[in-house]
């Protein structure tokens, strides 16, 4: 099943009022706190890290159980990314606590704080990471909010890096990546394995995409520099899809997807 809306919450972010938290070209330029990257940015591969991940956890542990799994995975990798988690700046300790996690979590400074003295500038409620971040990784890797199930939910977890010029390699529900590819969106099928996205098992879809997380971090800086050059077009295209007044969901779209 497709969640229109759930699925139209993520959309939000690319057609909502100014002021708020408006995608639409026009007025993107005009908001301070939610740059886009340039061209240059795009492009340039000299990076620091791989990847990005932005992955807390809940207190509701069956809702983020992968989640988890993802977390404790990437953890091993933790010297080749930018990671958040697993607890909340908000409530320190506590799931750190519920997974008996021996290490303090680290927080991804947002937006609205300087990155280099951590102060915050800005009272602005929802705020993605730091634009630094996306500039100095390839690719963003996270949980979507449904991970299991039969529901198809992409949302500002998947819109926001996509929005900045990233790879990005999520774990949700069944089909999200196809529902993605459904709304124009696309992806480097010949450098990354997206077949996991098809599997409707949930725990043969998590095997699947485990084993390529796998691959993907023991890739070289060199390599990772080779793909982010060579998809330079897929990714510049999917910013500017962001950019477009998305006023409704096109369903025609979405029951094509679904026979």
Same mark, same amino acid.
């Given at each position: 099943?497709?969640?229109?809306?759930?699925?139209?919450?993520?959309?939000?972010?690319?057609?909502?009022?100014?002021?708020?938290?408006?995608?639409?070209?026009?007025?993107?330029?005009?908001?301070?706190?939610?740059?886009?990257?340039?061209?240059?940015?795009?492009?340039?591969?000299? @990076?620091?890290? /791989?990847? %990005?991940?932005?992955?807390? !956890?809940?207190?509701?542990?069956?809702?983020?159980?992968?989640? $988890?799994? *993802?977390?404790?995975?990437?953890?091993?990798?933790?010297?080749?990314?930018?990671?958040?988690?697993?607890?909340?700046?908000?409530?320190?300790?506590?799931?750190?606590?519920?997974?008996?996690?021996?290490?303090?979590?680290?927080?991804?400074?947002?937006?609205?704080?300087?990155?280099?003295?951590?102060?915050?500038?800005?009272?602005?409620?929802?705020?993605?990471?730091?634009?630094?971040?996306?500039?100095?990784?390839?690719?963003?890797?996270?949980?979507?909010?449904?991970?299991?199930?039969?529901?198809?939910?992409?949302?500002? @977890?998947?819109? /926001?890096? %996509?929005?900045?010029?990233? !790879?990005?390699?999520?774990?949700?529900?069944?089909?999200?990546? $196809?529902? *993605?590819?459904?709304?124009?969106?696309?992806?480097?099928?010949?450098?990354?394995?997206?077949?996991?996205?098809?599997?409707?098992?949930?725990?043969?879809?998590?095997?699947?995409?485990?084993?390529?997380?796998?691959?993907?971090?023991?890739?070289?800086?060199?390599?990772?520099?080779?793909?982010?050059?060579?998809?330079?077009?897929?990714?510049?295209?999917?910013?500017?899809?962001?950019?477009?007044?998305?006023?409704?969901?096109?369903?025609?779209?979405?029951?094509?997807?679904?026979?």
């Amino acid at each position: 099943y497709y969640d229109p809306i759930h699925f139209y919450y993520g959309q939000l972010f690319r057609n909502v009022i100014p002021n708020d938290l408006c995608w639409m070209y026009s007025e993107a330029k005009k908001l301070k706190y939610w740059p886009v990257l340039s061209d240059n940015d795009l492009a340039y591969s000299k @990076k620091t890290k /791989i990847f %990005l991940s932005p992955c807390r !956890l809940y207190l509701d542990q069956e809702r983020t159980k992968y989640r $988890k799994k *993802l977390f404790e995975e990437l953890f091993k990798f933790k010297h080749q990314g930018f990671m958040s988690g697993p607890g909340r700046s908000e409530i320190p300790g506590v799931i750190e606590q519920i997974m008996n996690w021996p290490e303090a979590s680290q927080f991804l400074v947002p937006e609205t704080f300087d990155i280099n003295t951590q102060q915050k500038i800005l009272n602005y409620g929802f705020i993605p990471p730091n634009t630094q971040y996306y500039k100095e990784s390839f690719i963003s890797i996270y949980g979507e909010t449904l991970e299991t199930g039969l529901y198809v939910a992409p949302t500002e @977890k998947s819109l /926001i890096p %996509l929005w900045r010029g990233h !790879l990005i390699f999520p774990f949700a529900s069944y089909r999200t990546i $196809k529902a *993605l590819r459904s709304q124009g969106f696309k992806f480097p099928d010949n450098y990354i394995d997206y077949s996991y996205d098809l599997e409707p098992n949930d725990e043969l879809r998590w095997t699947l995409y485990k084993k390529e997380l796998n691959r993907l971090l023991e890739l070289s800086m060199n390599k990772w520099q080779e793909i982010w050059t060579q998809t330079y077009q897929i990714r510049l295209d999917n910013q500017q899809l962001c950019m477009v007044p998305y006023p409704h969901l096109d369903m025609s779209k979405v029951l094509a997807m679904l026979e």
